[in-house]
């Protein structure tokens, strides 16, 4: 009996001793192939092969230790998913609390109202922190693969700085723009007033990328809404120079020209009455509001002042007169 009672003993000492050596080496730094170091944690990742991306990216983990601490921590099981970096000094705890408590990094993308879906998969393309799924893949290929019923994304999209975790997809980037767009849609076309010449809410986003591109004076917007509205109210057509530009696509070399305007395309409102096919642009918040609440104005015209603000007319004569004085001013 006494011989057993000093077996236990002994293994409580050891084990204890085991257990003290264990977290002595949870308090030491680990070694790192370079600091900072990044390394990623997939969806659904087990603590072990979590350990082995860590190594794989030059942390030197003593794999059966670290599993030894989460297990005393009963914390083997609920590691976060995600992009972390760590830095020289980092010990098994700290990079075990990081794992444990999410802490990821984040990488960060602007994705700027008024621009095209041309120029956005530029910047989507050129991101160092995101991985390029979407790279290869025609727009309709890339709708498609977000489960969306067009062909285009133009306007599909909302502007906006996007925090993501570093190495997720763009297409994931991509699918929140869109629920972001389709919500602030959804909540702005369910105030509209009564009487808007839409019948879709399709047709204010088109309406609203318009405005974005029209001006960038928030005083201006529901104004310049106005305008285009009434011309859809009497079947005027919109005489959009953006909408003109944007047919021309990569033809259009800054210089928009009177053959350019009689040249009839799809987006040449000019020649087409109504609205173009399609948004010409991404438009924001206050151009997706100004679209759905126009001012009450009858005027039918404006042009810019050349200073970032416009003069509006409610006839052609008085139009005309406004160019002369803003835009033939010095000739």
């Known amino acids: 009996m006494r011989l057993l009672i000093k077996f236990f003993l002994a293994l409580l000492f050891l084990l204890a ?176 007033p009564n009487g808007l010449p839409y019948k879709t809410p399709q047709e204010a986003l088109i309406m609203a990328s318009i405005v974005e591109k029209e001006t960038g004076r928030e005083a201006d917007r529901s104004t310049v809404a106005a305008v285009f509205v009434n011309r859809l109210r009497i079947g005027m057509p919109l005489q959009t120079d953006p909408s003109v530009i944007y047919g021309l696509g990569e033809a259009f070399d800054g210089n928009l020209r009177k053959r350019d305007l009689q040249s009839d395309t799809p987006y040449n409102t000019y020649t087409r009455p109504g609205l173009p096919p399609t948004p010409i642009a991404m438009p924001g918040l206050a151009s997706l509001r100004a679209a759905l609440n126009p001012a009450q104005s009858d005027a039918l015209y404006f042009v810019a002042r050349g200073d970032g603000s416009s003069e509006f007319s409610r006839t052609l004569d008085e139009h005309n007169q406004a160019v002369s004085r803003y835009q033939r001013r010095g000739k």
């Open 17 to 192: 001793l085991a257990a003290a050596g264990i977290f002595w080496w949870a308090s030491q730094p680990l070694a790192l192939r370079t600091s900072p170091l990044d390394f990623h944690v997939a969806a659904g990742s087990t603590l072990r092969s979590a350990i082995g991306e860590m190594r794989a990216a030059g942390i030197r983990v003593e794999p059966t230790l670290l599993t030894v601490l989460a297990r005393f921590n009963r914390a083997d099981t609920g590691i976060k998913a995600g992009s972390y970096a760590v830095s020289e000094g980092i010990t098994p705890m700290q990079l075990l609390d990081k794992l444990l408590k999410g802490k990821v990094t984040q990488g960060e993308l602007v994705l700027v109202e008024g621009w095209t879906f041309r120029q956005w998969r530029k910047r989507l393309d050129a991101h160092a922190d995101l991985k390029h799924d979407a790279q290869g893949l025609s727009e309709a290929q890339i709708a498609e693969r977000l489960g969306l019923g067009v062909s285009s994304l133009e306007g599909q999209l909302f502007p906006d700085t996007y925090l993501f975790d570093k190495k997720s997809s763009d297409l994931d980037l991509l699918a929140r723009a869109h629920r972001a767009m389709q919500r602030k849609l959804d909540e702005e076309w369910a105030q509209r």
